[in-house]
């Protein structure tokens, strides 16, 4: 059972660079999301998706884009890299907000980025 | 808005030593309370949860937690520390959208 899967584990980019960081998942979950994670700052929602076609922002999501065509799969794009994003980004499924006992988010192994 | 305060950035314990890390949350609807563990270059692992029903919540590794409704709390408790405990907690509450609200994070250290 492979849970949410996240690639890459490590990247550098260059100021200005354009990547994909890609999220699958195989528990048929509604709910998707990608968090960042910075020291002493906790986690920060930048994204997620309630099903298939549907995404809304988080707390910090400007200089990333996502969209959900399958339920499976969850990508984040940044659009041009800047040292500002060099973080720890993490992606989470779960089930729906509304299914009773299945809210509890499942994590991936996490991607660490830098950018230079 | 909502939100999750966790009192302590770093706690340093000795083996065998009582645990007990605050958190508090502001929230006004139904609340699902979390505490996840983040063991050192790894990812988040849920620890336990509450939803609803017994305030006492009891997860896995020997973990706790009590849901004080009135206090706004959720502080994680273990009774004897190991030094495989290391690592860093935190504490989340899903808010209104489903995402999840993390606090923080509290990093423990335990040593042998």
């Known amino acids: 059972n492979a849970g949410v899967t996240q690639t890459p584990k490590f990247q550098v980019l260059k100021t200005g660079q354009s990547m994909t960081l890609q999220c699958a998942q195989d528990m048929n979950h509604e709910y998707m999301s990608w968090y960042r994670q910075d020291p002493g700052m906790g986690l920060r929602l930048i994204h997620y998706?309630?099903?298939?076609?549907?995404?809304d922002q988080g707390e910090v999501p400007n200089g990333y884009n996502v969209s959900r065509s399958t339920t499976e799969d969850f990508p984040l794009r940044l659009l041009s890299a800047a040292p500002s994003q060099t973080s720890v980004y993490f992606c989470a499924s779960s089930y729906s907000i509304g299914t009773i006992g299945g809210t509890e988010a499942f994590f991936g192994q996490g991607t660490r980025l830098t950018v230079v | 808005a909502q939100s999750v305060s966790q009192h302590n950035h770093h706690v340093i314990l000795s083996e065998a030593a009582s645990l007990e890390l605050g958190c508090n949350y502001s929230y006004g609807g139904t609340v699902n309370l979390f505490w996840y563990v983040q063991y050192p270059g790894q990812h988040l692992q849920l620890l336990l949860k509450?939803?609803?029903?017994?305030?006492l919540v009891k997860g896995i590794k020997g973990f706790e937690a009590e849901f004080i409704k009135s206090k706004f709390s959720f502080n994680l408790r273990k009774p004897s520390v190991q030094w495989s405990d290391t690592a860093e907690y935190f504490c989340?509450?899903?808010?209104?959208?489903?995402?999840?609200?993390f606090g923080k994070g509290t990093k423990l250290s335990v040593k042998p």
């Open positions: 998706s309630v099903g298939a076609g549907i995404t």
């Open positions: 509450y939803f609803s029903g017994d305030p």
């Open positions: 989340a509450v899903r808010g209104s959208q489903g995402n999840l609200i």
